[in-house]
């Protein structure tokens, strides 16, 4: 059974930084793109960034010059970086990971992990 499990969430001071991860395990034949997405409550999820499995990437208008998503192929890893962090950046935030197995290929999502940024 595939999972993506994320980490690096938690509470920080606006202007602060923080990294999340998230890995894929289970049985893998390869993963394509992958990515985070928010949700800030009462909103509707928004992508982030995304990463293909070449390492091209895009990003939301919002976050660029701020936020960098990186990949460790061999770790089956997806990071966040987050820097000058406002308080419009709380929410949840999820991984997201297209994943191909035997069953063939779909989109895998994280639990999530709450980020907060105090003012």
């Known amino acids: 059974q595939v999972q993506l499990v994320e980490s690096g969430g938690g509470l920080v001071q606006a202007g602060g930084s923080l990294r999340l991860s998230c890995g894929a395990s289970g049985f893998i034949l390869g993963i394509n793109d992958m990515g985070w997405y928010r949700q800030a409550l009462g909103e509707q999820r928004e992508l982030v960034a995304a990463i293909s499995s070449s390492g091209s990437t895009n990003s939301a208008a919002s976050v660029k010059g701020r936020f960098t998503i990186s990949r460790d192929n061999a770790k089956k890893t997806v990071y966040l970086q987050m820097n000058s962090l406002k308080p419009e950046d709380t929410g949840v935030y999820y991984c997201?990971?297209?994943?191909?197995?035997?069953?063939?290929?779909?989109?895998?999502w994280g639990q999530g992990t709450q980020v907060t940024v105090s003012s």
């Open positions: 997201n990971a297209r994943i191909r197995t035997l069953s063939g290929e779909r989109d895998y």
